[in-house]
């Protein structure tokens, strides 16, 4: 049976870490998955997360800080016991216009993973919905990323990849191989209160999004990262709680 994740940002507006890594445990969460803000000091959160029964396997890191402070990462990474890391943005002031700025970026990408590949851990590029915006000669920025950074795996966040128009079955088809985490998150119906509220984001299985066919899709792809995530929850607890009874409902005899 899979061992379910949490993306840690779902709670930034619920302090503290230690009411939240609780709640997470008592759900039913095994891992939880970081980004920078619950990471400033790791020996603090990583006895947080011993304390409630919990490890972080993977984490968000901003790519300023996997280029210019690698040592430091690589401590991060190695206090908190994870096993991969992923960039997970890259704003549009620095967004390449065309395939040879992606080229470029790509490889900025690859130069980052061969360090943390040596020192055994896993590297990545989470997507949102920019990557499958076609470029002039009808290539996709995820696909130059994935083509020219070979040593990159790939954290599929499936509410972006609906959100930029893209299709799950055809990405899983090209690039399965690649992905080594995804993130479960669900769009919400247009009109509902979660459109306005939340950001268009909903609990998983109270979007719009096919779950089960989803989880089919992914059932035979190499994660092992599950991750459920929501950018702007009202209500973390709802939310965590809702959204695992639906990945234990639906998935769990799939994916196990």
């Given at each position: ?38 990471m ?22 901003g ?22 890391l ?25 130069a ?59 990405w ?35 979007g ?17 990262h ?6 702007n ?7 965590a ?16």
């Amino acid at each position: 049976m899979i061992s379910l994740s949490y993306q840690l940002y779902g709670s930034r507006e619920f302090p503290r870490l230690s009411r939240t890594l609780a709640m997470l445990a008592k759900a039913g969460y095994r891992e939880v998955e970081g980004y920078p803000g619950v990471m400033e000091d790791p020996a603090a959160t990583r006895a947080a997360l011993d304390a409630a029964g919990l490890k972080m396997t993977s984490a968000h890191f901003g790519i300023d800080q996997l280029e210019n402070d690698r040592e430091g990462v690589l401590a991060t990474a190695k206090i908190l016991g994870l096993s991969t890391l992923y960039c997970p943005h890259i704003g549009p002031p620095e967004r390449p216009g065309d395939t040879e700025g992606w080229k470029a970026f790509a490889a900025r990408l690859q130069a980052i993973a061969l360090p943390l590949c040596d020192a055994d851990f896993g590297f990545g590029w989470h997507n949102h919905d920019f990557e499958f915006e076609r470029l002039s000669d009808g290539t996709t920025p995820l696909d130059i990323i994935l083509e020219s950074a070979p040593d990159i795996s790939w954290e599929a966040d499936i509410g972006w990849i609906v959100r930029g128009g893209a299709s799950l079955a055809d990405w899983v088809g090209r690039h399965g191989d690649r992905i080594t985490a995804v993130h479960i998150k669900d769009i919400a119906p247009v009109g509902e209160d979660e459109d306005e509220d939340e950001d268009g984001w909903a609990d998983v299985g109270h979007g719009t999004l096919d779950w089960a066919a989803n989880f089919r899709l992914l059932a035979d792809v190499p994660v092992k990262h599950w991750v459920v995530e929501h950018d702007n929850p009202s209500d973390d607890q709802r939310f965590a709680v809702r959204s695992i009874e639906t990945v234990r409902r639906i998935a769990m005899d799939t994916l196990s």
